[in-house]
């Protein structure tokens, strides 16, 4: 059968709600919870046995900011205006940015917070200063992107904006989730149907959608929904034959990153539905150069020996950039002073060490001369604090001279990236889904990474930043369909 | 009016044949001239006043080999096995290409020339051997690519593969759609109406493509087709709203190069019928660093002093390179000996001039010493005729030693460069059109720059490639359309 299904050939509904919601991962989660308290009632599906998605999996930072500061943020004494705030998300995606959804996300990030505290998920009034993926001393505030490096200070005052489940380290997801869930398994106006994959989505003659198929105990069940369908099914790192399709370039050398169920459903029942998909070509990608922070002394060089960018970068940057690089190869150049094995990148392999920067060139296979070059110049400005060619923070700085010296290889094809896309269905910030000529297709929501949401391209990423915008478009979504006009049901129901 | 009629709700038709052609570029007259003769009454539409598109308006270089060399190759002494064009492109596209086509192309591009020549287009039996975007020597063949350039060299034997017509330089698309148009034009099977731009695809009940409405003479007129419609309307750099939602990054720093049409019609009209297009994000970036050929001698770096890449590639690969610097900055450095304008770059600018590299440095803003380093590291190799760093080619490597010396602002913001699309719908070799599952949509095909075709990435692009494939695409839609069994005419017609 089709994505597509016409309401006038389904013969018997085995259910009517008011919305149906199309995945429970954070985006579905938020959508239901919404919709139900906007006083509708909602059927989820979800394909797998249990909800979760890759909302689960993650550490749940929540990337928000804005409106002076969250209540986390001022009660820790950090200040974040609106536009502080949409300042640097425009630093970080410009052009690709889309200018609306940046306005809602600003507005409403400080009231999304406070939403996620009144729902249940634990917050800790604590900061952690440090530099790491994510904060492992249970503090539930603290740095996760580019706001700290260039050019970024540039554009907007450094703010911390990662906001943690409390105590959770990497189980965030289970923590924000957990409690989400059990609130909409106990919200009598949800029913949540597991084991239950959305195969099409039910049309009126006029195109409006009204309903889905899914598949249940291996047969199809027609349910109709009185005010619309919320698309919440992921993005599409699980769907190679898509992944080919759109984001070429890094097929061959990325680990896809996502729950087994990140197979492009939603984008492609939407896109049938006549939604536009866009951003298709963009993707988030790992290259995890620190913890341990002090990692951040090293220098990156590309097989030409040369450095290309200032390494205290966001580890997506950091990937975007060693993707830009020739052959998508990359080294770290570091001293014995602070030499670790990096936490997250397993495969990062040692190519050369030496007691001189030349007997580590030689080794590398590097051409001659080009290393040396590189660490000279950087030696000599880092002396005096300052990194003239990519403004590394002086923090950061400090030149290499406690041999021996190594020489570690941070390549694409050998460390294999954490990898997920960022493309997905246009939407107005409501959720709605937008065709090409972005008019509305009536009665269909996307949220989440079905969606082309607030992260658009890797080197403006930050950590939280898919949690916060799946779960803020989800409950944006829910509201809007719980805002639609009832349409009756046909007979049959 | 929605971009899908369907069939049952066509009152009446204003006319029937077997395949209907949108589009009058370089793919439509192909796909009109092989259709007719396979035995197939054809419609064209074309939006303008007179046919040509994109084709018409290029030099109309045709970038074709393989099975042993094109009869101008061999003429002409070149061998150019299947396999070295097969190695090239694979080396071009990577991961982006698709297998099918390739194949496709290799095995077919050869057969191509000699259609092209049969149906009248002149070429001469003469090889230019000079470095140029375009020979203005009447020649008929030439480098167009990064053939004779590493790291191409390594996977394949350097073959010229551009191949011009006969006398034309820049005029080359008058010459070869002059002859194409004038052969479609009396060709008694083939009908063309001007000033009629297609707004929607008819389909059927089962969603097979049967039709279209084009607005003529400001009222809609509906034609059946009785085998198949071929999309041909161009690429989407000129829609402003699509290059926003798929190749954000460059929209703010390009000039939009393509026919007025080329504003993503057909590939509209393909997805709304079922269709998927593919590899949206991409797109050829022009920064012509050359001719003069003597420009070669220069060296690009970027805004940190450093080299990007060898600068004996071909434009749109530097174009790539560029777009991949900090801050999309680019600067060519070059001495009195070679210094020249860019024949096609008429915004570059001269940032500084002085009597050593250190003055020119100075005088540019760029990073203390970083310059000159990489001067000095470039004309210690270049005298032993090396480029470790790059493997730019020994004919283009001399040190840097006539002064006054200049640095040459080359950025995507002051050039502004040429810029078109390289995605679209996703098809067979056959040009049939192919869902998201790579299902066929029945009776629908796309050629030229509506499909996504050989050229994939501006990383890869030769000059040459958009025509050869357009035009050979062309010719496929049209045979598999005229091949298809012919359905009987509604009533009415």
């Known amino acids: 059968m089709g994505r597509i299904v016409k309401l006038s050939s389904v013969e018997r509904f085995d259910g009517a709600v008011d919305v149906i919601v199309c995945g429970l991962g954070g985006a579905g989660v938020c959508a239901a919870l919404e919709a139900s308290a906007a006083g509708s009632s909602v059927l989820v599906l979800e394909r797998f046995s249990a909800g979760g998605g890759s909302t689960q999996m993650s550490a749940c930072e929540m990337y928000l900011g804005g409106n002076g500061g969250t209540t986390l943020q001022r009660e820790l004494g950090f200040e974040d205006s609106s536009e502080n705030f949409r300042n640097y998300l425009e630093a970080c995606f410009g052009d690709y940015a889309d200018p609306a959804k940046v306005d809602a996300f600003v507005d409403g990030a400080a009231e999304h917070f406070d939403w996620m505290e009144a729902q249940g998920v634990p917050y800790k009034r604590a900061y952690f200063d ?8 249970g503090d539930s505030l603290q740095y996760t992107g580019n706001e700290r490096a260039w050019p970024f200070t540039e554009r907007s005052a450094a703010v911390p904006r990662g906001h943690l489940p409390a105590d959770a380290g990497h189980s965030g997801g289970k923590v924000l989730m957990g409690v989400l869930l059990e609130n909409a398994r106990t919200c009598t106006g949800i029913t949540i149907r597991c084991d239950a994959r959305v195969r099409s989505l039910i049309v009126d003659d006029a195109g409006a959608v009204c309903g889905v198929a899914a ?12 005010q619309g369908v919320v698309l919440s099914a ?17 097929d061959g050398c990325a680990m896809r990153h996502g729950n087994p169920g990140d197979t492009g459903d939603g984008i492609l029942l939407g896109t049938a539905a006549g939604g536009h998909a866009i951003n298709m070509g963009e993707a988030f990608v790992c290259v995890a150069h620190y913890p341990p922070p002090q990692l951040t002394f090293g220098i990156f060089v590309n097989e030409q020996g040369q450095r290309f960018l200032n390494e205290d970068t966001y580890l997506a940057r950091m990937g975007d950039a060693v993707m830009r690089q020739t052959n998508q190869r990359a080294f770290m150049f570091i001293d014995n002073r602070n030499f670790a094995r990096p936490a997250y990148q397993e495969h990062a392999q040692i190519v050369a060490v030496g007691e001189t920067v030349e007997e580590v060139e030689r080794e590398s296979g590097l051409p001659g001369g080009a290393l040396q070059q590189t660490v000279a110049f950087y030696n000599a400005h880092a002396a005096n604090g300052q990194d003239p060619l990519f403004h590394k923070h002086a923090d950061w700085l400090s030149p290499f001279d406690e041999p021996p010296f190594a020489l570690v290889d941070y390549s694409l094809a050998t460390l294999r990236p954490a990898v997920f896309t960022l493309g997905g269905l246009d939407t107005l910030p409501s959720g709605e889904v937008l065709t090409p000529d972005r008019d509305i297709v009536a009665g269909l929501y996307a949220a989440g990474r079905t969606a082309a949401g607030i992260p658009r391209t890797s080197a403006g990423y930050a950590s939280g930043m898919s949690v916060a915008d799946a779960t803020f478009t989800g409950r944006r979504a829910g509201r809007a369909a719980a805002g639609r006009d009832r349409r009756p049901s046909p007979g049959g129901v």
Chains 1, 2 share one sequence.
Do not use: C, P, S, W
């Open 130 to 137: 440090g530099r790491d993926v994510v904060a492992l001393t």
């Open 234 to 250: 992921g993005g599409f790192i699980m769907n190679e034959q898509m992944t080919r399709q759109h984001i070429a370039g890094l």
């Open 215 to 226: 598949k249940i105990d291996n047969r199809l069940h027609y349910f109709f929904a009185h």
